[in-house]
């Protein structure tokens, strides 16, 4: 068996690292906002109890932050798989480093929608406190974004928030749908 050519180059220092893992990190912090936000929100829209909304939310922070780790590996390894059988050189050797970049990303992220449910907050701020904590989030990933990119922090902050706010709004109106058919929690 022949050794097969790689372009990949292992980065060195912390901005090298930042570049490097940077869309595994963007990847997994923002989705760990958006979807443990829609917990959330879902079940402030669907006027649950908040106790629901930290076990399911704990649920989503583990359960999905490895299933986006584990389709982040499986899918650089079929990529390197079809470039393989291209003939082409290997890009990434290490998609398990990717993985862990994802799934510390959606984890750390992700918790900061349900610091209020964790934390002895008062009642009656903790939805507040999870939209404040989760567009603050949302903003933070995109000027975190900016500085490894060398791009406009506002720009990058305010695109991220955008987005990001739009599917947790959605993810809103979602729990009061459902309330409105006429489904009791």
């Known amino acids: 068996m022949s050794v097969r050519e790689s372009l990949?180059?292992?980065?060195?220092?912390?901005?090298?690292?930042?570049?490097?893992?940077?869309?595994?990190?963007?990847?997994?912090?923002?989705?760990?906002?958006?979807?443990?936000?829609?917990?959330?929100a879902g079940v402030a829209g669907g006027a649950l109890s908040p106790r629901v909304a930290l076990i399911i939310g704990a649920a989503n922070l583990v359960a999905d932050g490895l299933s986006m780790a584990v389709g982040n590996y499986l899918s650089i390894n079929s990529h390197e798989g079809v470039r393989r059988a291209a003939g082409l050189p290997e890009e990434e050797s290490e998609p398990a480093r990717h993985a862990l970049a994802t799934f510390v990303a959606f984890a750390v992220a992700?918790?900061?929608?349900?610091?209020?449910?964790?934390?002895?907050?008062?009642?009656?701020?903790?939805f507040g406190s999870a939209i404040a904590l989760t567009l603050f989030a949302l903003f933070a990933t995109g000027v975190l974004r900016a500085f490894v990119t060398g791009e406009?922090?506002?720009?990058?902050?305010?695109?991220?928030?955008?987005?990001?706010?739009?599917?947790?709004?959605v993810a809103y109106g979602a729990g009061l749908l459902i309330v409105s058919l006429g489904a009791t929690p």
Not at 15 to 31: I, N, P, S, W
Not at 116 to 123: R, T
């Open 8 to 40: 990949h180059v292992a980065p060195v220092g912390a901005v090298a690292t930042a570049r490097h893992y940077l869309r595994d990190m963007v990847y997994g912090a923002t989705d760990g906002i958006v979807t443990t936000f829609a917990v959330v």
């Open 110 to 126: 992700g918790l900061l929608p349900l610091l209020p449910y964790i934390l002895p907050v008062p009642a009656a701020w903790r």
């Open 152 to 169: 406009d922090w506002l720009t990058n902050g305010l695109q991220m928030l955008g987005l990001g706010a739009a599917v947790a709004a």
